[in-house]
Structure formats: C-alpha cells, structure tokens
Antibody, heavy 121, light 110 residues
C-alpha cells in the first residue's frame, strides 16, 4: 500500500524558515518524480514544486523561486521542502504527491494527508 | 501559464448524470495524449486521482466515472451519481510547467 506521511508543519513567523518532510513507503521511491502541492484555507489546489526521480531536475512556481528548495533522499525514501523567507500568503495545507512518471509532466496518483503551515506573527 | 476554467458549482440529483467541464487556455494535447487529469476532494481529505491522460480510469476508481475531450475542452462524467460522490472536483494539466489546476467544481445535491 502506498503511503505518504508529511511532517514538520506548524506556526511560523513571517520571514522565518520551516522544513517539511514526507516519508514514502509502498512503492519504489527512487523511480518516480515527486511534488509538493498546497491549498490555502477554503481555496483550490496550487502546485508548488517538483523534483525528478533522481533529484537532477527541480521545478518551482514563480512565487516561491529563490525561497523554497525541494529535495529528496532516495536512500531514505523521503521528500523535503525547505521554506525560507516565509510570507503570510504561504499559509496553506501542504501535500506531498507522487507523480506517475520519472520527470513530472504527468498526474499525481497518490497524496499524503497534508500538513498545515501557518505564517503569522 | 495554462489557465483552466471550471464552473464553481453543479447541482445534481442522485442516480442522475453529472457532467463537469474544464476549458484550458491552450491546447494540452501532445503526440495523441491529452495531459489532462481529474481529482476528487472531499472536505478534510486529500485529493484523489480519478482520471489521468484525459480518459484513463485510475486504479480502484469505479466505472461510474469517465473522462473525455481533447485539445482545450474536457469533461468529467459521473453516471449515475451516488451520495458518496458529493465532493469538489479539480482538473489539472501537466503538458507544460507549471502544472496548473482548475478552480474546482463543487458537486451539490438538488
């Protein structure tokens, strides 16, 4: 059974940093691209970042470029999102999602339960 | 960025057909594949993949769900609608980065 379990969320002040983690199991983690998708309270889904199966390619939405860093550790079957210079508009539930392909450009077939990040003073 | 447009809500009766549309600002087909996917999200839950690449049913999804369309016009059909299908439905394109989602269509009971 595929499982994606996020951790690391909470309340953080504007301008500070936070790191999210996602522990994957039930599939060959090193064979698939992974992504972070977020959802602000009562809003729709918004893609944040993706990383290829081997970590060699990373992609970001414009609003987080230079502030967020996606990474992975295939030996630990784990995905990460380092978030720096956080803003109030980053407040969202962050989902870890498995891609169906190596490099992205496909659907997200499994999602974690999500972790809430609140940016507020 | 490719913009995906969905109607905000759709009211339907149980055991009837629901048709949810998604229109894209650019063609999301490439080499015969439609890079259009559909998700279901219930309150307090994570999204679930229903349909990938336009018309392919995801694993474990009942055949009441189907997807169709090409180019810039796509449709998710639920026939017949069951009580458990009351949720918000999102379309998503993966032809170009950034991947983008529609605003979601909330399926409601008449």
């Amino acid at each position: 059974e595929v499982q994606l379990v996020e951790s690391g969320g909470g309340l953080v002040q504007p301008g500070r940093s936070m790191k999210l983690s996602c522990a994957a199991s039930g599939f060959t983690f090193s064979s698939f691209a992974m992504a972070w998708v977020r959802q602000a309270p009562t809003k729709g889904l918004e893609w944040v970042a993706s990383i290829s199966y081997d970590g060699g390619n990373t992609y970001y939405r414009d609003s987080v470029k230079g502030r967020f860093t996606i990474s992975r550790d295939n030996a630990k079957s784990s995905l990460y999102l380092q978030m720096d210079s956080l803003r109030s508009e980053d407040t969202s539930t962050y989902y870890c999602a498995k891609d169906t392909g190596y490099y992205g450009y496909t659907a997200f077939d499994y999602w974690g339960q999500g972790v809430m990040v609140t940016v507020s003073s | 960025d490719i913009v995906l447009t969905q109607s905000p809500a759709l009211a339907v009766s149980l055991e009837q057909r629901a048709t949810i549309s998604c229109k894209t600002s650019q063609n999301v087909d490439n080499y015969g594949i439609s890079y259009m996917h559909w998700y279901q999200q219930k309150p307090g839950q994570q999204p679930k993949l229903l349909i990938y690449e336009g018309s392919n049913l995801a694993s474990g999804i009942p055949a009441r769900f189907s997807g169709s369309g090409s180019g810039t016009d796509f449709t998710l059909t639920i026939d017949p609608v069951e009580a458990d299908d009351i949720a918000t439905y999102y379309c998503q394109q993966s032809k170009d980065y950034p991947p983008t989602f529609g605003g979601g269509t909330k399926l409601e009971l008449k």
